[in-house]
């Protein structure tokens, strides 16, 4: 994607007010024109799928099996989804559970509304799912939305640049080609809610942007996330899931595994199993042609994020065990395991967004716990252990966007709510969370006009019959709590 084929500074500000100007029309309020909107999403999608499978691999390297698997067939049935069970999400909640049963008659409930003119904000590594995905979920709120795709994908960019207004409503949906310039002039506007997916350090500009008009976000940031293997667990089956989570994508993934830690209690033979075990899953992976040369393994993206992985291999202090050759021209990198790190290596400094696990040794679950816990939140935590007390531990001793036992990468075709905590982001999607996002909740009340007669009690003069009347729970008995028992009954 070269600037001269980059959607024109001057026309961003355009494009806000047609999308402005449709969601006042309020048109995207009506229930089956978002479904007939999502099933164009999905016949986009599928009329042309190798179409996107080829733009896929052009930008990223990205294997066939995976551009169908993670990018293709999940927004499909995301859109259906979505398009089926819209009546639903999108009926008012009757509040039933009230503190005072006589407020029933009132009629209250919660209307799920849409924000309004909303934008989301794409990066490069899965420059197909990370579109559509929040796009799916503006549309089943009945938002507007623009969608600035990654100038590092461009082959995908500009297919869905090409492709939106063709399947959509263009009055409704557009997609914004360009690099920083672009993204700049976009974030001076006001919207009514930004969905980002990206890193850390542009999630701060994204925010900084935001707070001038107040505007809400959703941020997928990622990070370090963590994988606690436990000896007793089967360390073939763990080997083979936690390498396959970190060669999707060559590692250029949110939800990689990021490093591994493994508690031995002193023993080091058991570290000496663990890397067996990865290099028999590693092994099996690529019997049909080394990483290097396979068709079922994807490149890095640029140079310099080569470059920078290149540098985190040259600066570890680790031992690289399994794998580490490079193909500068064709931007590859085998998956490496690196040993003997240390919580101050130089591959622990950041996300490493890339084919290199380090294994990290520890004594006991609670010092894996407590190394995890050190740095910041991780988007998701994955362990492998049967024990359920270690699952306990584990779940009860940190802090992560969402928990992963005994497999990678699932959490993503689950209807989980998925997002981070902290400096991974805030803010949840897939399917009715997505929804959820881009809604607001606006509550309603009809009081009767029957009601009056039980009214009067509120108006002046006050008088202390009234005041009574007016506050019936300021003398309500309290219980009593016991922290380990609870709310105590009598």
């Not at 969905?195 to 809400?216: C, D, E, M, Q, W």
Request: hydrophobic share 40%.
């Amino acid at each position: 994607m070269d600037g001269t084929s980059y959607t024109p500074i001057a026309e961003i500000p355009e494009i806000y007010s047609k999308l402005r100007a449709t969601f006042r029309t309020r048109r995207t309020i009506s229930i089956p024109w978002r479904q007939q909107q999502l099933l164009q999403v999905a016949r986009m999608v599928q009329d042309n799928k190798d179409l996107f499978a080829q733009a896929l691999f052009n930008d990223v390297g990205k294997p066939a099996m995976e551009a169908y698997s993670y990018e293709i067939s999940p927004v499909l049935e995301r859109a259906l989804i979505a398009a089926t069970n819209l009546p639903e999400w999108t009926k008012p909640e009757h509040k039933t559970e009230l503190f005072d049963p006589n407020q029933k008659a009132w009629s209250p409930k919660v209307y799920f509304v849409p924000k309004g003119v909303v934008l989301v904000i794409v990066p490069w590594n899965f420059p197909l799912v990370l579109s559509i995905q929040p796009l799916i979920a503006a549309i089943s709120a009945g938002c507007c939305c623009a969608v600035k795709v990654s100038e590092i994908a461009p082959h995908t960019g500009h297919l869905l640049a090409d492709l939106v207004p063709k399947y959509l409503d263009p009055e409704a949906y557009q997609v914004i080609l360009g690099a920083v310039p672009e993204i700049t002039k976009t974030l001076e506007l006001k919207w009514d809610h930004i969905f980002y997916t990206g890193n850390g350090h542009v999630g701060r500009i994204v925010s900084a942007a935001a707070a001038k008009h107040l505007t809400p976000l959703t941020l997928e940031l990622g990070g370090k996330s963590p994988v606690i293997l436990d000896p007793s667990y089967d360390l073939d089956i763990a080997a083979k899931r936690i390498m396959y989570g970190k060669i999707i994508n060559c590692g250029q993934i949110c939800v990689a595994p990021d490093y591994l830690i493994v508690p031995t209690s002193g023993n080091h033979e058991i570290l000496n199993k663990v890397v067996e075990a990865l290099r028999q899953a590693y092994d099996s992976f690529f019997f049909d042609a080394p990483p290097l040369e396979s068709t079922s393994y994807a490149r890095i993206v640029s140079m310099s994020h080569f470059d920078r992985l290149s540098s985190l291999l040259t600066r570890t202090n680790g031992i690289t065990v399994l794998g580490g050759k490079m193909d500068t021209e064709r931007l590859k990198i085998e998956p490496t395991i690196v040993t003997g790190i240390r919580s101050d290596d130089a591959l622990m400094e950041g996300e490493l967004f890339g084919p290199i696990l380090p294994v990290i040794e520890v004594g006991t679950f609670e010092d894996a716990c407590e190394l995890v816990s050190q740095g910041d939140h991780p988007l998701v935590l994955y362990a492998f252990t049967q024990n359920e007390a270690i699952k306990t531990l584990i779940r009860d001793g940190t802090t992560s966007g969402n928990l992963v036992y005994n497999d990678t990468l699932i959490q993503l075709v689950v209807e989980l709510p998925f997002g981070g905590v902290g400096e991974s982001g805030y803010g949840r999607q897939h399917g009715r969370y997505g929804f959820e996002s881009f809604s607001y909740l606006r509550s309603s009340i009809d009081m009767p006009l029957e009601l009056e007669r039980v009214l009067t009690v509120r108006y002046p003069p006050y008088t202390p019959d009234n005041l009574k009347l007016m506050s019936p729970n300021v003398d309500i008995k309290i219980p009593q709590c016991s922290p380990t028992a609870g709310i105590l009954k009598g």
